[in-house]
């Protein structure tokens, strides 16, 4: 079945600076790919996603790229902000289930 | 109007209880899910229900018993409960069954079981 691996854990930035969050997956087969963010006590929500025949996809400061012969997805954020602390996780498509990384804290300080 | 429900949003409760939680998605969505959240913060599929039927149950204990009465409701009862039950459950839901389209998310039951 899919794996989906998610690295680093945790990343402290500085406002203004740049974070990427790296997730790698393990079925070829998986063919979409999305971004959650998860602020504490809430519920996760989608904040970007993109399928497997695109390559890249931006909105606003939030971008993901796909790496489909690497089996690489990637959530690069620009100009962080305080409001971008949270956990954000990547999935990846499985048999009929999403299969989510274990997680990403971000702490994004003023 | 929120999209995914579900109650309650806290449960406190003695090992060897049961409990239930329910469900309910406005959305017309065919595919409902319920996923735990440890203290790490993993998100873990338990279940997944395809217009009322079971598709996915990933090695979940046969104490967790999920019943959906139709597309829009999934609820989860949990026999026997025990220490390491303790976690928040989410239910989600989605459109269609292959699983390639947002999910969303209802605001979490934190279970402690004491």
């Not at chain 1, 305080?82 to 498509?93: G, I, L, Q, R």
Request: a neutral charge.
């Amino acid at each position: 079945g899919e794996n989906v691996e998610q690295h680093p854990s945790t990343l402290s930035v500085q406002e203004g600076d740049s974070a990427v969050i790296k997730c790698t997956y393990s079925d070829s087969a998986s063919n979409y790919f999305p971004w959650y963010k998860q602020e504490l006590g809430k519920r996760p929500q989608l904040i970007i996603d993109i399928r497997s025949n695109v390559g890249e996809k931006k909105d606003q400061r939030i971008a993901v790229t796909l790496n489909k012969t690497a089996k690489h997805f990637s959530l690069h954020i620009t100009e962080t902000q305080p409001e971008d602390s949270a956990v954000y996780f990547c999935a990846a498509s499985g048999f009929q289930k999403l299969v989510f990384g274990t997680g990403t804290r971000l702490l994004v300080s003023p | 109007d929120t999209a995914v429900s579900q109650t309650p949003k806290y449960l406190v409760t003695q090992m060897g209880n049961d409990k239930s939680i329910k469900c309910e998605q406005n959305l017309g969505h065919d595919t409902m899910y319920w996923y735990k959240q440890d203290s790490k913060k993993f998100l873990k599929i338990m279940f997944s229900y395809n217009n009322k039927e079971l598709i996915i149950n990933e090695t979940v204990p046969n104490r967790f018993s999920p019943k959906s009465p139709d597309k829009a409701h999934l609820n989860l009862h949990i026999n026997s409960l025990e220490l390491g039950d303790s976690a928040v459950y989410f239910c989600a839901s989605s459109q269609g069954s292959e699983m390639n389209t947002e999910a969303f998310f209802g605001q979490g039951t934190r279970l402690t079981v004491v």
